[in-house]
């Protein structure tokens, strides 16, 4: 079966009651049908759930999907997208190591290698994006232990050769860990390039109607058996009913991400030829400078565009108050187009030193486009764009 088949008919299996939607199971703990089974269930030599902190049937649908849709072996669901960085990292790392990771992240993915990360003694190392294989391989020291990297980055959108970090990461026998949230994998499979681990925010695309939070981590067993160690001890479990409500949205994943990569591009076509917008940046634009890169890897360039707009926060301001269809949020991946300014909100705790590394300026605006007509799209930000320019004026 193809994937877009196994993604609707993957499911728990069917209880006594004949039910053809999966159930949930919203349940704390699960009861043994002896002691000795209790017993051999702590032991491990006998599988089954014992508490929803370790395991749970919703929850391990959820992973079974992914796992398939990612080609990976195994996985482990996280209470939100953070939980899934943050595991990813301390359960395979520890004092001494050293991570080598692309400067253009997340701001909380940031904070944690350089706030957290730091304090029990994991150093790191940050390259640009378009840094080359040479410089990759330079910056490899003897106790790096693991690359990460985001793919198209949040909000830049910059693009690291993922097979270039495969070849890279198989030489040196370095853990390769990717964030694969923008492009989903009904886009991109990074371990199709060599990566170990990938991980989600499960509450952007896979969710895709910014109903809950979730996260994600898949990839080789012997890393993932770490996770689940780390996870089952330290507790940051998805909640049944999240990953119930994920396992059913990973059903229309591809045919979404077709429309909203669709969208996309018509938008940041639209908006490319407007004068009054100073810098368009989308992946399958053949103005981005990583076009050809991005083609190569990704079947389609996603939801996300980012726009540059003159004039400040002010500027900006004036643009996002003008829109009446677009939501003005922080949060991405859903069906409805959502606008946020980075510098004031996502990005905002970085140094000023941060931002213009990874080309956060005051004007940026990122664009998670939705799945509304893209005429309406289109028209509604030609408009908002040209509202701001006379409040410019009459200023």
């Keep these: 079966m193809k994937k877009q088949t196994k993604a609707i008919r993957t499911q728990t299996g069917k209880t006594k009651y004949r039910e053809h939607s999966t159930p949930l199971f919203l349940t704390s703990s699960f009861t043994f049908e002896s002691a000795e089974q209790g017993k051999a269930l702590f032991e ?9 902190r370790f395991s749970n049937p919703t929850v391990q649908e959820f992973v079974d999907k992914v796992c398939m849709l990612e080609d990976c072996e195994d996985g482990v669901a996280t209470a939100t997208g953070m939980a899934a960085v943050f595991a990813s990292m301390a359960a395979l790392l520890k004092t001494g190591d050293h991570i080598l990771a692309c400067r253009a992240l997340f701001g909380s993915a940031h904070q944690v290698i350089t706030q957290i990360l730091s304090k029990w003694g994991i150093t790191h190392t940050y390259l640009d994006a378009d840094a080359s294989e040479a410089d990759w391989e330079a910056a490899v020291q003897p106790n790096t232990r693991m690359i990460y990297l985001e793919t198209p980055s949040n909000p830049g959108l910059d693009l690291v050769d ?7 990461c198989k030489k040196h026998n370095i853990i390769f860990n990717v964030d694969n949230c923008f492009a989903s994998p009904a886009l991109q499979t990074p371990a199709d390039f060599g990566a170990d681990l990938v991980l989600h925010s499960a509450t952007k695309f896979m969710d895709g109607q910014g109903r809950v939070l979730g996260g994600v981590v898949v990839g080789k067993k012997e890393y993932i058996k770490e996770l689940r160690f780390f996870c089952r001890q330290t507790g940051p479990s998805m909640s049944p009913f999240n990953a119930w409500v994920l396992s059913k949205s990973l059903e229309t994943l591809n045919l979404r991400m077709e429309k909203h990569s669709s969208n996309a591009l018509q938008l940041a076509q639209a908006l490319e030829k407007h004068p009054d917008v100073k810098q368009v940046k ?9 076009h050809e ?3 190569s890897q990704m079947k389609a360039g996603g939801a996300v565009v980012t726009i540059e707009l003159e004039g400040g926060f002010e500027r900006v301001a004036a643009f996002m108050d003008a829109l009446e269809i677009a939501s003005l949020s922080s949060n991405l991946g859903d069906t409805r187009t959502i606008v946020t300014n980075p510098n004031t909100t996502t990005h905002a705790k970085l140094k000023p030193e941060e931002k213009k590394a990874l080309g956060i300026t005051p004007g940026l605006i990122r664009i998670s486009v ?25 200023e």
């Design 293 to 295: 890169l991005a083609k």
């Design 44 to 52: 491990e030599t006998e599988p089954g759930n014992i508490y929803s």
């Design 370 to 394: 939705g799945l509304e007509d893209i005429e309406d799209l289109i028209e509604d930000f030609t408009q908002a764009v040209e509202v701001s320019v006379k409040s410019d004026i009459l």
């Design 282 to 290: 989308y992946p399958f634009l053949e103005s981005h400078p990583q």
């Design 162 to 168: 993922l097979a270039m970090i495969g070849r890279i």
